[in-house]
């Protein structure tokens, strides 16, 4: 049996039917993520004592009748998800020596639902890039080409996917964290409706954006990773009462009728040409479908970058206050007092972008500019969402391209903010609003670098999302995720 | 909108306990400027009757009974401390 070519369902059903163990699964994907890890650099933490031992456990259980959604398949965890007794440290020296003593909701899920915690993976320091160059662990390289960057930040995550370190993984998007390298990596990647998985035990980057989300090979396995880990929690205050629907049993690849709107802002200047023409191509299969293809207009898409960047930054100059070197962490040593303590402990711990975004955050919440940056950027997200409601009056669904570019080089944009921050003028805004979307493989540019499109769904509307792409998925014969797929 | 010099820089990272060396801050100084240009773009617009958005689901209070349960042990909450004695985590003197 050639467990790499497994889906996850396929897996399950194999295991429940004891056709396979776990464990070989497991050994599996271990060999292989420890054999390319020097490669790749997509893990942080591979304990391999620890998942071995999951593995035997859940066997056994097993044995005794369990059945899951997710029976025995190992899913890679990004860095910044607490995962009890074994290391988190959002790639950030100041958290190198973490060992959460809880685990975060959305691993408690997973393991209700039987799956094997697999390593811990690379990315951009607590989240702040897009590039996954940020990470005090070095960076990640996309396995399309090992000079490029596999985006951001939960590049880590995405690499397990397109080089098959694992069959599943989850990552965070606060600005398109997800579905940016699920795009440059040619997966699956997405990203729910704010409140519908539960942030407890995520660390915490911009509160009222981050959402932890899959990746997945393909639909059906993304589809029922979101299942396994949504749903209200008493612990997280803004995780939102409403049911979770059964997404995989739900999709749907007819969608005779479905509108799709074609935002005009989304085909700007600066998208690389293959991109457009990809896109194209995709809206011509979704019309061969069936699909009724519509313009429309998000007037305010130019505004997000920069309301991003001063909410965002806002949140997490608040948030990261907490690395002091007082409750855990790396604290700085020889100090002479307390103040020189967290001075001290702050300057050595964190990384360059980590520094420059808490100093934008301060200033855009500091007496005398929160008027003219915070509170500003605040109302602009207001018009921001307004165009998304808006544009969900006519349309089902909204399609763009889920980056300007494909996969760049490692540093070509490293010392250039505002660049790197361009990056994610296509997924931002999502995060702004709150509404779910995805990302889906769709081409290769001229260079043979993966091209993702995007489909961005109103509230509560994943379903739709996972089914618009489902019938794509369906038309185009399944999706080319890893140049070592045919090995 | 707001002048960024030098003191500015060395005035926000006080009040966000961070420090830099003069290098670091001359090319602090420079990215925050380049940043800051970039959102002044917020100015075209006029959004003096417009609500702000602070967070997507402000609607609802999310309330609960205050019932005692169980929570972590105090040796399992120190484990991470850089510094302890007994029951409490260490820091530098604060009082002379």
Redesign the interface.
Same mark, same amino acid.
């Given at each position: 049996m050639d467990i790499k070519k497994l889906k996850l369902t396929e897996i399950k059903n194999l295991i429940e039917k004891r056709e396979i163990k776990a464990e070989e699964v497991t050994e599996y994907y271990l060999k292989r993520a420890i054999s390319l890890q020097e490669k790749t650099n997509a893990f942080i933490t591979l304990n391999e004592e620890n998942i071995l031992e999951q593995a035997k456990n859940l066997d056994n259980l097993v044995e005794k009748g369990f059945k899951g959604k997710l029976t025995g398949v190992p899913i890679a965890i990004k860095d910044n998800i607490c995962t009890k007794g074994i290391r988190t440290t959002c790639a950030s020296k100041i958290l190198s020596n973490f060992i959460p003593p809880y685990n975060a909701t959305v691993i408690e899920n997973l393991k209700n639902e039987g799956a094997i915690i697999f390593g811990k993976t690379n990315m951009d320091e607590f989240a702040m890039g897009s590039s996954n160059e940020t990470s005090y662990f070095g960076p990640v390289k996309n396995p399309w080409d090992m000079e490029r960057i596999p985006g951001g930040s939960s590049g880590g995550s995405a690499v397990a996917i397109s080089a098959i370190l694992a069959p599943a993984s989850l990552g965070s998007d606060t600005g398109g964290s997800i579905r940016q390298p699920a795009s440059l990596c040619g997966v699956v990647g997405m990203k729910p409706t704010y409140g519908r998985v539960s942030r407890y035990g995520l660390i915490a980057f911009g509160s009222s954006l981050d959402q932890i989300g899959p990746f997945a090979r393909s639909i059906d396995d993304c589809a029922l990773i979101l299942e396994a880990i949504s749903g209200y929690d008493p612990k997280d205050s803004t995780s939102i009462k409403i049911d979770t629907p059964e997404y995989l049993k739900n999709l749907n690849k007819d969608i005779k009728g479905l509108k799709i709107g074609v935002p005009k802002e989304y085909f700007i200047e600066g998208v690389e040409e293959d991109i457009v023409k990809s896109i194209e191509k995709s809206i011509e299969i979704y019309k061969k479908l069936g699909a009724e293809i519509q313009e429309i207009s998000l007037p305010h898409t130019k505004y997000g970058i920069a309301v991003y960047y001063l909410i965002a930054t806002a949140e997490a100059s608040s948030n990261l206050a907490r690395y002091d070197g007082v409750k855990y962490g790396v604290r700085a040593e020889n100090v002479k007092d307390l103040k020189q303590m967290y001075i001290k402990t702050k300057k050595e711990g964190f990384g360059e972008e980590v520094k420059r975004r808490i100093m934008l955050g301060t200033f855009s919440l500091a007496s005398g500019y929160y008027d003219a940056y915070y509170k500003k950027a605040s109302k602009v997200r207001t018009l921001i969402k307004n165009d998304f409601m808006n544009a969900f009056e006519k349309v089902d669904v909204i399609l763009c391209p889920t980056s300007p570019t494909t996969a760049f080089k490692i540093g070509e944009k490293s010392n250039d903010p505002i660049q790197m921050y361009l990056s994610d003028i296509f997924t931002i805004n999502v995060n702004l609003a709150g509404i779910p979307a995805i990302s889906v493989p769709c081409g290769f540019d001229k260079k043979g670098l993966p091209i993702g499109m995007q489909i961005i769904g109103n509230y509560f509307d994943e379903q739709k999302v996972l089914n618009t792409s489902f019938a794509y998925e369906d038309a185009v014969g399944g999706f080319k995720f890893s140049p070592y797929q045919e090995d | 909108? *707001?002048e960024i010099n030098k003191d500015l820089?060395k005035y926000? *990272?006080v +009040?966000?306990? +961070?420090?830099?060396d003069e290098e670091e801050l001359d090319n602090?100084t420079e $990215?925050?400027k380049?940043?800051?240009d970039?959102?002044e773009?917020?100015k075209e +617009?006029n959004?003096d009757d417009? +609500?702000?958005?602070?967070?997507?689901?402000i609607n609802y209070n *999310?309330m609960?009974e205050d019932e005692v349960k169980e929570s972590?042990e105090v040796s399992?909450?120190l $484990?991470?401390?850089?510094?302890k004695k007994e029951s409490f985590?260490r820091?530098?003197?604060?009082v002379e």
């Open positions: - | 909108m *707001a820089v926000i *990272a +009040l966000a306990r +961070l420090e830099f602090f $990215k925050f380049r940043i800051l970039y959102v773009q917020l +617009l959004v417009v +609500l702000p958005t602070y967070h997507i689901n *999310a609960r972590l399992e909450v $484990k991470n401390a850089p510094d985590f820091v530098p003197r604060v």
